[in-house]
């Protein structure tokens, strides 16, 4: 037996002996197509979808689906736009195998490589961690439903939910009791480009989660927009296939390299940061999200061995227009010419940049629905985050307009602001997906309590059985 076969094999034992209480508590509800309506439908297929949907059935949730639109393999950034050589978290990092030892990522490389392997390794390679993210959801026995996207949710009869998927060419309604979605950066907006650049093609302007032809920007001027590591990463890209010169423009005056994700690294905050009042929520992650992400060492020399690449700080773009072939931008500290511009100035929320949130966005309650912060703690671009409920759900702006988004649960980047790292981080995993499973249970247990009572009266299972004698004789 092979090593991994035998780590999978360890798998299987350790998930049997620690499935206690395994009785099924469920029933599945009916959709309006006459079939079982799915528990559980979880939309994204990377680390957080597969996660939440091994936590669902560790919790006897089995009648789930997970579906993703991208091929299978490519689920989550990793082989796409992710553009780092490795994961930035520390590689001792735990992350979907809930706090199983033979999940997790150190097993699966020792089973793969060896344990020296393991010692000898300084962080986790990107490409390695989509191969065992494909080993995980096969180990614990998990499908998920590729080239399948989400288009649209309604409400529907029963208190379910109807999502519109559109797979293989054709669309298709799946009914759910509740919808998780797990869909990283993008949740709830979309990767963004400074409006200076807006009207500019997109031959000229992409964003950095674009797919971007970097072989084709050799001998060329290259401009990327921002100064955190995803920006970094991408001018590190077009640097090493060739670029003539790379611009790295930050707009601070001097460029963030505290990392604020490693201090709030302990179980204390990513266990209870949510139970905190509004105050100190908003203060905290304002504080977090306006310093924005610190980047590594490594990342930062990627781009410095290079005599071609010039970092601007004090220089957020004014004006931008095209000259010819080139597009001239202006910044406080003077013009630059660039044949090509990457945004990597991250992700604005903006629901209606989702076309599946269309039927409820205008009620969907917001952080500056429900919070006004001190003056010198106001941030509009925070106050658009979602303000969500404690098991992740969406709130009503409005009360009773469309009170089935309330099993609709935002488990991505756009949960931040409610529950902080959580739903596009690994290192908030262990902490943060059993509370998502904790609401879903919750409420699906609550939802099904006459149920419930109905079963506790029919319940005649003897646990001992007594003699009588009979009551002739005993007369």
């Known amino acids: 037996m092979s090593d991994l076969a035998a780590l999978e094999a360890q798998v299987r034992d350790d998930l049997a002996k620690t499935s206690h209480p395994s009785a099924p508590w469920l029933e599945p509800k009916v959709g309006a197509d006459g079939k079982p309506a799915l528990d559980v439908l979880i939309v994204g297929g990377g680390q957080s979808g597969l996660a939440t949907a091994f936590g669902l059935m560790r919790s006897q949730v089995t009648n789930i689906l997970i579906i993703d639109k991208a091929d299978e393999g490519k689920e989550g950034p990793w082989l796409s736009y992710a553009r780092m050589h490795t994961l ?22 020792e089973a793969r490589f060896g344990k020296e392997d393991w010692q000898k390794l300084d962080q986790i390679p990107r490409e390695l961690w989509a191969e065992y993210l494909l080993w995980f959801r096969r180990a614990v026995g998990l499908t998920v439903r590729n080239g399948c996207e989400l288009l649209e949710i309604v409400p529907a009869s029963g208190g379910l939910l109807a999502a519109m998927v559109a797979n293989d060419g054709a669309t298709e309604v799946l009914y759910a009791r509740k919808i998780v979605l797990a869909t990283g950066q993008e949740a709830m907006g979309n990767w963004t480009i400074p409006e200076p650049l807006r009207h500019l093609p997109p031959t000229r302007v992409v964003r950095a989660s674009d797919d971007i032809d970097f072989g084709a920007l050799a001998g060329r001027t290259v401009v990327v927009i921002g100064a955190g590591a995803t920006a970094f990463d991408n001018a590190a890209m077009a640097l090493e296939a060739g670029a003539a010169e790379v611009h790295l423009l930050c707009r601070r005056a001097e460029i963030q390299v505290i990392q604020p994700y490693r201090w709030l690294t302990f179980r204390g905050f990513l ?85 599946e949130l269309k039927n409820f966005a205008g009620n969907i309650a917001t952080w500056s629905d429900r919070y006004q912060p001190p003056q010198d703690e106001q941030s509009p671009r925070l106050g658009r985050y979602p303000y969500l409920a404690d098991d992740y759900a969406l709130n009503e702006l409005v009360a009773g307009v469309t009170p089935w988004i309330g099993n609709i649960h935002v488990f991505a980047f756009a949960s931040t602001m409610s529950f902080g790292p959580s739903g596009s981080s690994v ?48 007369r």
């Open 271 to 355: 266990r209870h940061f949510c139970d905190l009042d509004d105050a100190w929520r908003w203060r905290f992650m304002r504080a977090i999200l306006e310093l924005r992400e610190g980047f590594p060492q490594a990342t930062y020399d990627r781009c410095a061995r290079f005599s071609n690449f010039h970092l601007h700080e004090g220089s957020p773009i004014e004006a931008a227009h095209e000259t010819g072939e080139q597009i001239e931008l202006r910044t406080p500290r003077g013009v630059l010419r660039a044949h090509f511009v990457i945004s990597g100035a991250g992700t604005e929320i903006d629901f209606a940049e989702r076309r």
């Open 427 to 474: 290192n908030a995993m262990t902490t943060a997906i059993p509370k998502l499973v904790h609401g879903l249970t919750r409420g699906l247990f609550r939802a099904d309590v006459e149920r419930h009572w109905k079963s506790f009266e029919a319940y005649d299972v003897a646990q001992a059985v007594i003699p009588r004698q009979n009551r002739a004789e005993e």
């Open 88 to 109: 930035r978290s520390p590689k001792d990092f735990t992350g979907p195998d809930l706090d199983v030892p033979s999940l997790t990522y150190q097993s699966w490389h």
